[in-house]
């Protein structure tokens, strides 16, 4: 599979992260507005083999189809550019500032929402027949997913808060990882494989991704759910948001910049002997 060492997708990555700083508006709305709505089709497909089958194991199994097409499509997420864009400022690359890290995290932002907000639109519309009729099971299934993480972790207060931000955290380490396992093969089926496998470990844990739930809560708005639009942004998009950034940028994005990208200086070998460490 033509395996990159960790040395090499590092540099990638930093490299990715400058790129998204110094990309033009349109291509950056673009790119953004069709991982949304790709992701958002993935995540309906994912709760319609959940309905259909009574099993959400087969569900997180085939959902990493939708992260991997929008991945080898070359669209972003506001998750992956959470990690990246960072690292060209803390690298220190030519021109790469602060403000244009914000201003790439906006712009994903928006285009993220757009595309996950059309395709919820687009589902809703087949979920109850152009509007005409009840939600059917899948439907309401999205209603009732968009009412327990939000007025769920409403009525715990501030221990929801915390734990749908610690989800979150979780959530962009795992998928983060998926984002940077794909550089670490230079094949096709090398990247798919890289990635599926932390793409699985979020959805079937129920960790909290903010674009996925861009798709999930407007539409459970849409189809029915009793909650409102400020639940959604108070208990589960903003903190989600919040603890997407954390995870992605520290565990993955610092982590691997640290050791791989600003690799420590190999310990002495002869002053290692002396302080008792066989030399290796």
Known sequence: ???????????????????????????????????GAILALAAAFAVTIAVNTGNF??????????????????FDLLTGVFT?????????RPGCTWKGVFRNWGLVFVGNFAGAMTTAILMAIIFTMGFSQEPNAVGQKIGSIGEARTLGYAAA????LLTVFVRAILCNWMVSTGVVAAMMSNSVSGKIMAMWMPIIVFFYL?????????????????????FTWGDYFMYNEIPVVLGNLVGG???????????????????????????????E
């Open 1 to 35: 599979m033509a395996y990159v060492q960790p040395k090499e997708f590092a540099a990638k990555m930093v490299d990715a992260g400058e790129s998204k700083i110094f990309m033009a508006t349109k291509d950056t709305l673009i790119r953004a507005y069709m991982a």
């Open 84 to 92: 990246l864009a960072p690292l060209a400022v803390i690298a220190k």
């Open 206 to 226: 129920g960790f909290e991704h903010s674009i996925v739930n861009m798709f999930l809560f407007p539409s459970g708005i849409m189809l029915g759910g009793e």
């Open 249 to 279: 940028l520290t565990f993955v994005g610092g982590m691997i910049y640290a050791t791989h990208f600003k690799e420590s200086p190999k310990r002495n070998a002869s002053t290692a002997s002396v302080q008792g460490v066989p030399a």
């Open 57 to 74: 194991l087969v569900a997180s199994l085939l959902f990493p189809v939708g992260f991997c097409t929008l991945y080898l499509l070359g």
């Open 157 to 160: 207060g501030g221990a929801g």
